[in-house]
């Protein structure tokens, strides 16, 4: 082989490897992920009890990343729920309008978005409210089943009075931009922005959300606020959120308080509650025993709409990725309330204010 020869051979094996290489640092990362929690119950919607199995917010995704740069990347989330129990594409009926529900595509968190280590992430699509994600650093929302306080006490779903509208501050967003900061001083900031597709010539209601978390591993504190813009022609909602949290050694827990405020256009129809939730978590090696109480206030004077909720949960970890649960849960009602629980697909409602339901429940949660 001749010198030209050599050389031109050594360059083509060298620009293979560095394209080789090129490619192995920006494939992009792909990951298949989800959760299966399935439970035996025992549900009583405070006048008649079923044996039901129920699905508690299984849910099956695909997300990755690519490298851009060596402080750029490139990721996106598709997240789906489903109902492995009953064989149904959709277990509960389409609102025109409304956020995707389980069974069809992307029915839960899913986005585009860009992330650097220098000026924070930045994501588009359906996710949730940064007050929604205010979590005491993991510390509040950790009972499974029935047991999930935060729904039903902090975010309003468990008031419900007639004519109100008033039981659910709407904490995951469609049409939803979100920024999150880099961490600093232990702090982390995260703003939305949705607007209002909707809008028509009397209504526009854009939503606009912010939260500031502080963590140092051991405590944590937080403060968070949402507010859907009021009109002459509709309900809007405002919310503010504030967390407690803190871990030593085995015993973790969190107090998080709320006020939510349906800001009506008439006064007769106003509903503004206050809201508390304690939890209390307790590690002894593959046992984990959890506390949840939470009370949420009366709607408007005289609404007798008030409501408490008790859920007591002991959870065994067969390994890192199965987990296996035993619950008693009890909504006590005022004489006009109707709360019931939101985390299962199926648990009866509670036809008759003032009735109070519970919950026994055996379950098993797969992490995949």
């Not at 405070?46 to 995704?61: E, I, K, P, V, Y």
């Not at 949290?245 to 709320?258: E, R």
């Not at 959890?290 to 008030?306: P, R």
């Amino acid at each position: 082989m001749t010198m030209t020869a050599q050389k031109t051979a050594m360059a083509l094996a060298t620009g293979l490897m560095l394209a080789t290489s090129a490619f192995a640092q920006t494939a992009p990362s792909v990951t298949l992920y989800g959760r299966l929690e399935l439970g035996i119950e025992s549900a009583n919607d405070g006048a008649l009890t079923r044996t039901m199995l129920q699905n508690f917010a299984s849910r099956f995704g695909i997300k990755g990343e690519r490298g851009i740069s060596s402080d750029l990347t490139g990721m996106f989330q598709v997240e789906s729920g489903f109902s492995p129990e009953d064989n149904k594409f959709i277990n509960t009926t389409q609102t025109a309008g409304k956020a995707p529900l389980n069974g069809q595509l992307a029915s839960r968190n899913s986005y585009v978005g860009l992330k650097s280590n220098s000026f924070g992430t930045v994501l588009a699509g359906y996710y949730d409210s940064p007050l929604k994600s205010l979590d005491a650093g993991g510390f509040a929302g950790t009972l499974y089943g029935e047991g999930e306080a935060m729904e039903v006490i902090i975010h309003g779903k468990g008031t419900k009075t007639a004519g109100s509208n008033f039981d659910n501050v709407h904490t995951r967003r469609e049409n939803n931009l979100v920024y999150i900061s880099p961490k600093f001083a232990d702090m982390v900031v995260k703003v939305a922005y949705s607007p209002d597709e909707a809008q028509t010539t009397t209504t526009n209601q854009p939503m606009y959300a912010a939260s500031l978390e502080w963590n140092n591993g051991t405590y944590n504190a937080g403060i968070a606020t949402q507010n859907k813009a009021a009109s002459d022609q509709a309900f809007a909602m405002s919310a503010t959120k504030f967390t407690l949290g803190a871990k030593m050694d085995n015993l973790s827990g969190a107090i998080v308080v709320s006020t939510l405020d349906n800001q009506a256009p008439l006064a007769v129809n106003a509903r503004k509650t206050t809201n508390t939730l304690f939890v209390v978590n307790y590690v002894d090696g593959a046992m984990t025993y959890k506390f949840n109480y939470g009370m949420s206030g009366e709607s408007a004077t005289n609404a007798a709409d008030d409501l408490t909720m008790l859920a007591l949960e002991a959870a065994y970890a067969l390994d890192k990725n199965t987990i296996l649960f035993g619950s008693y849960a009890q909504i006590t009602n005022n004489s006009k309330g109707k709360g019931t629980f939101t985390n299962a697909d199926n648990f009866p409602a509670t036809g008759v204010a003032g009735n109070d339901p519970s919950a026994i429940t055996l379950g098993m949660r797969y992490v995949f």
